[in-house]
């Protein structure tokens, strides 16, 4: 049982939301694994800080469903109590404050060190939600994609908040090395599971070459253009497949536009029913080309060797201490903006418009917030006149090819 001292040291930053149900209940979120299902029962409450567990369940099944009380704050231990606490041989509880892939890939790199080092007797990752699916790759984790039992998590010795993480509420501004920066503040070195450098590149026969050209922003998604110059350069090398997204509206406008050229013989993958399929594809591409984005963090748990391409984000900070990807970013200097700039997705002026810096020919001041909703004529708009940095990639692809070209040739040495 957890000491008062340690329960009572702190409260959490991330807020939750406490439920019950009237009635036993499973739920699994649509892009997980099956694996991923949670079942719960009738009068205990539960915690989540999962949006689409809130939003699209609870909030629309209220005979069912009852919300107790939010926001909630969960005693934890304090940030600077990290580095100096003895964990060795107990229950430790981390809440997860966000759900992109990117990061939780670089969380479960640092907890893999995290258990190499103190040899809990438990640890477990609650409320993984969409990024579930990559907590599955290490067995030694316990993960809880959808919520953890109110009485249950009194039972852990010590509760780590990870939303405390310096830098976290500015990533929309400039990335943040998650596990970097969680390594620094447990006083860890990395775990030697996941080496830094690639596998070695070795393909039987053809290469199996997968190309990833979608990111959830059209800041860092791939032009088609380039796109298609990168495949005609590659499909010399190997046999490509294009993986793109049917539930994202970039995926939909991405393969009309790819179908519209007369590109060599290339398969289409238009969506992976999970994102367990995904990393299962990832680590079966003897090379791989992708766009600043989750696939591109996956990659680094299978060592896929390949590229990374990158416009309005820092690639360094991004990957880390991985080389299994070698970086391009496109080389775009404006009256407004250059890259990197930082931003990880576009921003909304406050007359409405949509865009970044030098779309908008503003400052960052000068856009005060990121959309909240999903709208597709701003997506179809930025697909067909994209953001300054894009745009440049898309009017000259031709040395990002080479670049590629040239990395998969000094790889074969």
Not at 122 to 131: I, K, R, S
Not at 293 to 303: Q, T
Request: include cysteine; charged fraction near 20%; hydrophobic fraction near 45%.
């Amino acid at each position: 049982m957890a000491s008062e001292a340690v329960r009572m040291a702190h409260q959490s930053r991330t807020t939750l939301v406490a439920f019950s149900a009237t009635t036993p209940f499973s739920l699994r979120l649509p892009n997980a694994s099956a694996a991923a299902e949670q079942k719960g029962e009738a009068g205990r409450t539960y915690l989540t800080n999962v949006g689409a567990l809130v939003n699209q369940v609870l909030v629309h099944n209220q005979s069912q469903f009852r919300i107790e009380s939010a926001p909630v704050r969960i005693d934890c231990l304090a940030r600077d109590s990290w580095r100096s606490h003895d964990f060795r041989g107990q229950r430790v509880a981390v809440l997860l404050s966000s759900h992109a892939l990117g990061e939780n890939v670089q969380i479960v790199l640092f907890l893999q060190a995290f258990l190499e080092h103190h040899r809990p007797q438990e640890l477990v990752a609650f409320c993984t939600g969409p990024a579930h699916d990559i907590y599955l790759t290490n067995p030694a984790i316990r993960a809880l994609p959808l919520w953890i039992d109110r009485e249950e998590l009194t039972g852990y010795d010590a509760v780590i908040d990870l939303g405390h993480l310096e830098g976290v509420s500015n990533i929309d501004l400039w990335p943040v090395d998650y596990e970097a920066n969680l390594l620094a503040d447990f006083d860890l070195a990395p775990s030697g599971r996941y080496p830094s450098e690639s596998r070695t590149y070795a393909p039987h026969g053809r290469a199996k070459i997968g190309v990833f050209p979608l990111a959830s922003s059209p800041l860092r998604t791939l032009p088609v253009p380039a796109t298609v110059a990168v495949i005609r350069a590659l499909s010399v090398e190997g046999d490509v497949t294009l993986c793109l997204n049917r539930n994202q509206r970039q995926g939909v406008l991405y393969a009309a536009a790819i179908a519209a050229e007369a590109l060599p013989e290339v398969t289409v993958m238009d969506g992976f029913e999970s994102i367990a399929a995904l990393i299962q594809a990832i680590d079966g591409f003897d090379y791989g080309v992708f766009a600043d984005s989750g696939p591109a963090h996956l990659a680094k748990l299978v060592a896929v060797p390949g590229v990374a391409v990158y416009t309005s984000a820092p690639g360094d900070v991004l990957q880390g201490r991985f080389r299994n990807l070698a970086r391009w970013a496109v080389p775009f200097v404006g009256p407004r903006c250059r890259a990197p700039c930082g931003l990880a997705k576009v921003r909304a002026a406050p007359d409405g418009r949509i865009g970044c810096m030098g779309s908008l020919q503003t400052t960052l001041a000068g856009l005060p917030g990121v959309p909240r909703t999903a709208d597709p004529e701003t997506v179809e708009r930025l697909m067909r006149e994209p953001v300054p940095c894009v745009a440049q990639l898309a009017l000259d692809p031709a040395p990002l090819a080479a670049f590629i070209v040239a990395d998969l040739a000094a790889r074969r040495r």
